[in-house]
């Protein structure tokens, strides 16, 4: 009987285990998306912003000019939003993976 006592206890730790990597999957990715609407929000704003500002231009220079700093913030964003991106994706595998292994580390010593 003591090898289904432990049995079932692994069971039900590796049921804990799963669920408590499942919520906080979740939640990392809940974070994603948020991060990804603020994001595009914040281009789309970005973009109609530029847009006004080519159609008051004058001058061919002005209108280049415009286009040049809209190009350079836009790919400063792209990056910036991608490490952070890749940041919050590191870290939601990190925090997922934490109670397989130390279930793991369980199933190792037992």
Known sequence: MIQFDNFQKFGKDS???AMTS???FSR??????????DYVKRSFEQGSSTVEKLASARTLDTAVAIQGE???TAFEGFVSQATKMGEL????AKESYAP???LVAKARTA
Do not use: I, K, P
Not at 28 to 37: D, L, P
């Open 89 to 92: 994706a590191a870290a939601t």
């Open 100 to 102: 397989v292994e130390g």
């Open 70 to 72: 809209y190009v350079r």
């Open 22 to 24: 499942f919520g906080a």
């Open 15 to 17: 049921l804990d285990a």
């Open 28 to 37: 990392g990715v809940q974070s994603a998306a948020v991060e990804t609407a």
